[in-house]
């Protein structure tokens, strides 16, 4: 397959919309059963409006017999109120520790258009649901254990967040929509205005904790309530398209294709790069997605390996992980969550909204958070979606004030227990860390690993 030959496809992709794929893999509709009733959307914001912040908190109250006894607040803040565009949360403060004194995380899921909260249930969330009988059992190592957790379905029309017609195009929308949604939450929860803040996610989370970050930086010397926004941690996240191009090469490092291959991806590479350069977005994404992504045409990666699976160079095949949607479906949990009926990640405007903004760089605001606060980049070993090496050469194209510093610095390991749980590399406020073992998905490939990294990141403990 040549450059030529994948042009064609693009441009065909261009006129043929019906072959969407769809990055934001949607979840299998649930309906309810006879006689089950999901009750309302919690609106929380006309409350919080009218300071009725102590009924707003009780309303937002989830049961905790549904939840093995876990504390537990969500529902709804409007974000867009002409478009009735409005952001799902739901908090988790911290288990096993003062809550009002535990560091507060932000967590992000990627996509785009993949829920938050399959985190909650699949990642670092206090649960999990067993495959075998769609109930719940406690997670054995939770991030909420020392730790509160704010997770947030976003953009809005992702999982149970919706909207009546606007989908976000570009980061500097999803910005300001999560920071409308986190500063009603710190007047909800107003004791937590002063805990120390973490933005935290994986995937296209690397374009939304850089924007939401920004924003928060942005706006906070003006701000009546300023988020005391502390630092970053980015997981396997693509940030900088035009850096992270190199999938051939790390491919062809591996032994999954061979030289011929590796030659036809770099055309395309450089042809993506080059169209980048210019702006024309849709058609670098277009071009960009017959590489690996696979929403519109069947990608090179695909035909030259047989991989199903672009999350893990172990697991060719996809890992059924749509347990967790069946159970946040069911009608009592949905009236739990104060979700009603609002459909759960179904919403196919998402990922194809964001098509342009797939190829934008939010490096030089990562390069500038860097002068302000603290960044963890991190990524799983194994991962071929988002692999190392290109993390890596982002990272070196960064202009920030230790960048020269961080081209020499030396690696060293990072033990958990005894074990290498991977290798680090600090430069000024950014940390640079490979996780041994683990692909796309680290939290749950390496969840003590994972735990370890960011409980000591967060508390400013060396991880070597």
Not at 105 to 123: D, K, N, R, V
Not at 199 to 214: D, V
Not at 226 to 247: R, V
């Amino acid at each position: 397959m040549n450059v030529a030959f994948v042009c064609s496809i693009v441009i065909l992709c261009f006129s043929l919309v019906s072959c969407k794929l769809g990055r934001t893999h949607s979840v299998p509709y649930v309906p309810l059963q006879e006689g089950e009733s999901p009750g309302e959307p919690l609106i929380l914001t006309p409350y919080i409006n009218d300071d009725r912040i102590d009924e707003a908190r009780r309303l937002s109250e989830v049961p905790k017999e549904l939840f093995l006894g876990v504390e537990s607040y969500s529902g709804y803040f409007t974000v867009d109120e002409e478009h009735d565009s409005n952001s799902f949360f739901w908090f988790i403060p911290s288990t096993d520790t003062d809550y009002r004194k535990a560091p507060l995380l932000l967590w992000l899921q990627g996509g785009p258009g993949w829920p938050s909260i399959y985190a909650t249930f699949t990642e670092n969330g206090p649960f999990e649901v067993m495959k075998d009988s769609n109930e719940l059992k406690r997670r054995d190592i939770s991030w909420t254990s020392t730790h509160s957790l704010i997770y947030i379905d976003n953009p809005v029309g992702t999982g149970f967040s919706f909207t009546n017609g606007r989908w976000c195009t570009n980061e500097k929308e999803i910005g300001e929509d999560l920071y409308k949604a986190l500063i009603q939450f710190f007047q909800l929860f107003p004791e937590l205005q002063h805990n120390d803040f973490f933005i935290t996610g994986e995937s296209y989370a690397g374009k939304y904790i850089p924007a939401i970050a920004y924003t928060i930086h942005q706006k906070n010397p003006q701000a009546d309530i300023k988020i005391n926004l502390k630092g970053l941690a980015i997981g396997n996240g693509l940030s900088d398209t035009i850096n992270q191009l190199n999938y051939g090469d790390f491919l062809y490092q591996v032994g999954l294709i061979d030289a011929n291959v590796q030659k036809n991806m770099r055309e395309v590479e450089d042809r993506v790069a080059e169209l980048i350069r210019i702006e024309k977005y849709e058609e670098a994404f277009f071009l960009y997605d017959s590489l690996v992504i696979g929403d519109y045409v069947q990608t090179i990666v695909k035909n030259a390996t047989g991989f199903r699976n672009f999350y893990n160079i172990l697991q060719p095949e996809k890992v059924d992980n749509s347990q967790y949607s069946a159970f946040v479906q069911q009608g009592h949990i949905r009236k739990a969550l104060h979700v009603g009926n609002v459909s759960f990640a179904t919403d196919k405007e998402v990922a194809p909204s964001l098509n342009e903004d797939f190829m934008q760089s939010v490096a030089p605001w990562i390069s500038e958070l860097l002068s302000h606060y603290k960044v963890l980049i991190y990524n799983g070993q194994l991962d071929i979606i988002i692999a190392y090496p290109l993390t890596l050469n982002y990272l070196k194209h960064l202009n920030f004030d230790a960048a020269e510093e961080y081209k020499t610095a030396q690696r060293h390991e990072w033990i958990v227990n005894g074990e290498i749980a991977g290798y680090v590399k600090t430069a000024g406020h950014l940390t640079e860390v490979l996780v041994r073992n683990a692909g796309h998905v680290v939290p749950a490939d390496q969840p003590e690993w994972a735990y370890d990294l960011i409980s000591k990141f967060v508390r400013d403990i060396p991880l070597y």
